[in-house]
């Protein structure tokens, strides 16, 4: 399967930002800086870029001119050269793009300049020592939930498995909840969160690691392009085990395996 890449470019240049007046003050971009930056090592600038977080065995925090993603939203990879980031605060980290691997979105940042070996192996060789974060795109979701309230007779919330797995677990259940699958993660989840054009999708809420969700029955849900993701409310029937670190890098402790499953419209 061939998987299109999407590209994001924060297409501005120091004459615009500065005599235009879009920021309103002195801010740079990034890839200005970077094709001089030893001109501004030890000196406290404001950049504007995009910001591009991932975590795992190498963590990545940089800026650079634009990312490019796969059509659902992963695997980003950052454009042009790249600095790194350092203190970056959550509060702007929260309104980005969050597909599931990594986070990313454009900032503006002020901080200083400063040479060295940053990030994994050290190769980036310099940084912006974060004084103050502010979003430049404020990324809008619509979010779909399940309701916390009893589904009747034989089956069993979503909440309650989340917040009382001890006590289902090892037994085969049925419950509701949106089904959400990226390649990357599956999960059943309260609830799934999209950007405003459809894309992006992440899952929002308690969250299950889930395991033999039946590909017919995904063909009825919200497909991505290419195949690249899928979710929508669904009644699913399976094993549930808690007490355990399950799915992508053991980050979640409970996990449902499905026996049988159909969409809810």
């Known amino acids: 399967m061939v998987r299109m890449r999407r590209f994001f470019v924060l297409l501005l240049t120091v004459a615009m930002v500065t005599s235009c007046g879009l920021f309103g003050d002195d801010t740079l971009h990034i890839a200005?800086?970077?094709?001089?930056?030893?001109?501004?090592?030890?000196?406290?600038?404001?950049?504007?870029?995009?910001?591009?977080?991932?975590?795992?065995?190498?963590p990545v925090s940089i800026m650079a001119a634009g990312v490019s993603t796969l059509d659902n939203g992963l695997d980003a990879q950052?454009?042009?050269?790249?600095?790194?980031v350092d203190?970056?605060?959550?509060?702007?980290?929260?309104?980005?793009?969050?597909?599931?691997?990594a986070v990313y979105g454009f900032v503006k940042l002020t901080g200083r300049i400063e040479a060295g070996a940053y990030g994994a192996g050290g190769v980036y060789k310099?940084?912006?020592?974060?004084t103050k974060s502010e979003i430049i795109e404020q990324i809008k979701r619509v979010e779909s939930r399940v309701a916390n309230e009893s589904l009747g007779e034989g089956k069993v919330s979503i909440f309650e498995l989340a917040d009382n797995g001890a006590a289902y677990s090892g037994q085969t259940v049925t419950t509701?909840?949106?089904?959400?699958?990226?390649?990357?993660?599956?999960?059943?989840?309260?609830?799934?969160?999209?950007?405003?054009?459809?894309?992006?999708?992440?899952?929002?809420?308690?969250?299950?690691?889930?395991?033999?969700?039946?590909?017919?029955?995904?063909?009825?849900?919200?497909?991505?392009?290419?195949?690249?993701f899928v979710w929508g409310k669904v009644e699913v029937t399976g094993?549930?085990?808690?007490?355990?670190?399950?799915?992508?890098?053991?980050?979640?402790?409970?996990?449902?395996?499905?026996?049988?499953?159909?969409?809810?419209?």
Do not use: C
């Open 32 to 58: 200005d800086v970077t094709k001089d930056i030893d001109t501004y090592v030890g000196k406290d600038i404001t950049i504007a870029g995009a910001y591009l977080s991932k975590t795992g065995a190498e």
């Open 78 to 84: 950052p454009l042009g050269d790249a600095i790194w």
């Open 87 to 101: 203190n970056i605060g959550e509060d702007v980290t929260m309104n980005l793009h969050r597909p599931g691997d």
């Open 126 to 130: 310099h940084r912006i020592a974060v």
């Open 176 to 228: 509701q909840g949106y089904y959400f699958w990226n390649s990357v993660i599956y999960v059943l989840a309260e609830g799934v969160a999209v950007e405003e054009d459809g894309s992006s999708p992440q899952p929002i809420g308690k969250i299950i690691w889930m395991e033999g969700f039946p590909p017919d029955q995904s063909a009825q849900l919200t497909v991505g392009p290419n195949n690249s």
């Open 239 to 265: 094993n549930f085990q808690s007490g355990g670190q399950f799915g992508r890098d053991g980050a979640y402790s409970a996990i449902f395996n499905v026996t049988a499953a159909k969409p809810i419209k």
